[in-house]
C-alpha cells in the first residue's frame, strides 16, 4: 500500500524540523556569569592560577597545562563554575559574561601552546648530547644559524634567551618584544625570530630568542624549557649527558617519582622544608640555570604568616636569611642556608630550587604527561652552600 505524498511531505517536515532542533541544541553555548574580572582556573589536580576576562579576545584561549593527557580544567567566577574533562587535541568553547554586559569568548584548548620550536634529528630518538659544568649549571657548544655558541640549559626560563654582548657577532634583528622577568627586574625586551640551533644530532627550528642582560661573558644563549615541551629529556650528571626521548625509559622504575605542573613552561615539582621545627610542603620551581641551593619567592612568604614565622639568620636588604632543611625525592639536604622575600615588597620571583641542590640527581621530566623522575647521583656527597658556609663567609667578612 503506498503512502499518500501529503504524509510523506509532513513526515518530512516533522523530520527537518527536529534535526534543526538537535543541531541547535549542539551549538547552544554554555554561559556563566561573573561581577568580577579575575576569575579562577584550576587545571589537574596541582595547578591553579587567576585568569584576566578579556571581552576584546574573540577567542580567549587557555592552553591545557600538560594537554598531551587526559584532564580536568575548572573555571569558576564569583557566581559560577564550569568543569571540563578535556581529551588531547580537542579545545571546548564557552561564554563568561561580565557585568551582565560583556560577552568574554573562552577556548579551553587541549594542545601544546604556540611558538614553541621544532625539533628534528639527523639520528634516532633518543639523542644524547655530551654537556659540561660551569659551576653548577649546564652548557652546549652549538651553532646558531650555523655560528658557534655556548649556550645554557636553564630549565627555569620559560623562554630562549640572547646574551645582549652576543648581538652584534650573531647579527641578530629585532622585530618584537617579550615581558621578561629575572635578576634585572621586569622588563619588556627586544625579540628575535626564527632561527636555526644545533646541538648535537638535533636540529632546532623556529627558535625565538629574547635579549638579557644578567649572563656571563662567555655564554650566548640561554635554552628554556619550552625547547622541550613536547618531549621527554634527560640529565645526567654522572656521565654529564644530556638525551632527548620520545618515549619513557625504561629505567624510570627506578627513580623516585613526583608529579609536576608548568608555569610559563618552567617545571615545578613538590619539595618540603623544615625551619623552626615547621614542617612544609611548597611547589618549586625547578632551576637548573641558578647557581645556587634555592630562593624562598613571595608566593611562600605571603601564606598563612609564614613571613612572620621564619626566623633570620641576619637580614641583608629587607630579605632575611634563614637555614633550612629540605627534602627531595626521599633525600634529606640539611643546614641550607637561603634568602627569603618580605612579601610586602614584591618583586615576582617564584620559590626555587637551584643546581647547587638539583645536581645531586640525575633526572628525567616526561614534559608530554606532566611527571619528574629523579635519582641520587655520584655528587650526592658534594657540598652545597651550608651553614658551615655561612659561618665561614660572615667570619671573613667581620675580619674586613
Keep these: 500500500m503506498k503512502t499518500p505524498k501529503r504524509k510523506i511531505g509532513l513526515y518530512l ?63 569558576k567566577t564569583d557566581r559560577d563554575q564550569y568543569t571540563v574533562k578535556t581529551e588531547p587535541g580537542k579545545s571546548y568553547d564557552f561564554i563568561v559574561l561580565l557585568n551582565e554586559k560583556d560577552s568574554c569568548h573562552i577556548r579551553i584548548a587541549s594542545i601544546s601552546p604556540p611558538g614553541l620550536p621544532e625539533i628534528e634529528s639527523v639520528t634516532y630518538f633518543p639523542v644524547k648530547i655530551p654537556f659540561r659544568l660551569v659551576g653548577s649549571r649546564i652548557f652546549f657548544d652549538c651553532k646558531l644559524n650555523g655560528k658557534e655558541v655556548v649556550a645554557q640549559l636553564d630549565l627555569g626560563a620559560g623562554t630562549g634567551a640572547v646574551n645582549k654582548n652576543s648581538i652584534q657577532k650573531l647579527g641578530l634583528e629585532f622585530t618584537s618584544q617579550q615581558l621578561v622577568s629575572n635578576t634585572d627586574g621586569t622588563n619588556y625586551e627586544q625579540t628575535s625570530l626564527h632561527h636555526i640551533l644545533n646541538i648535537g644530532a638535533l636540529t632546532i627550528k623556529d627558535v625565538a630568542l629574547t635579549t638579557v642582560g644578567n649572563m656571563e661573558p662567555f ?48 617545571p615545578k615539582f613538590k619539595a618540603r622544608v623544615v625551619h623552626n621545627h615547621r614542617k612544609y610542603d611548597f611547589w618549586f620551581l625547578f632551576d637548573t640555570g641558578r647557581d645556587g641551593t634555592m630562593l624562598i619567592g613571595e608566593d611562600f612568604t605571603s601564606l598563612d604568616g609564614r613571613w612572620d614565622r621564619l626566623q633570620p639568620l641576619t637580614i641583608i636588604n629587607g630579605r632575611k636569611i634563614i637555614r633550612l632543611n629540605a627534602v627531595i625525592a626521599g633525600t634529606e639536604f640539611r ?58 663567609e660572615m667570619i671573613k667578612k667581620n675580619k674586613k
Design 13 to 75: 517536515i516533522i523530520l527537518f524540523i527536529g534535526m534543526n532542533t538537535i543541531l541547535y541544541a549542539q551549538k547552544k553555548m554554555i554561559v556563566l556569569k561573573s561581577g568580577l574580572e579575575k576569575i579562577q582556573i584550576k587545571d589537574g589536580k596541582n595547578y591553579t592560577m587567576d585568569w584576566r576576562l578579556e571581552p576584546k579576545a574573540k577567542p580567549d584561549v587557555y592552553y591545557v597545562n600538560v594537554p598531551f593527557k587526559k584532564g580536568i580544567v575548572r573555571f
Design 219 to 266: 655564554e650566548d644563549l640561554i635554552i628554556g624549557n619550552n625547547f622541550f615541551r613536547n618531549h621527554i629529556i634527560e640529565i645526567n650528571y654522572d656521565n654529564l649527558e644530556f638525551t632527548v626521548y620520545q618515549t619513557l625509559p625504561e629505567k624510570v622504575k627506578n627513580y623516585s617519582r613526583s608529579p609536576v605542573f608548568f608555569e610559563q613552561n618552567r
Design 335 to 392: 643546614d641550607i642556608v637561603t634568602n627569603a622575600a618580605d612579601p610586602s615588597k614584591p618583586n615576582g620571583r617564584s620559590s626555587l630550587f637551584g643546581n647547587q641542590i638539583l645536581n645531586h640527581f640525575n633526572c628525567i621530566l616526561d614534559n608530554r604527561n606532566g611527571m619528574l623522575y629523579l635519582q641520587p647521583n655520584g655528587k650526592i656527597a658534594e657540598p652545597f652552600f651550608n651553614f658551615r658556609s655561612y659561618q665561614e
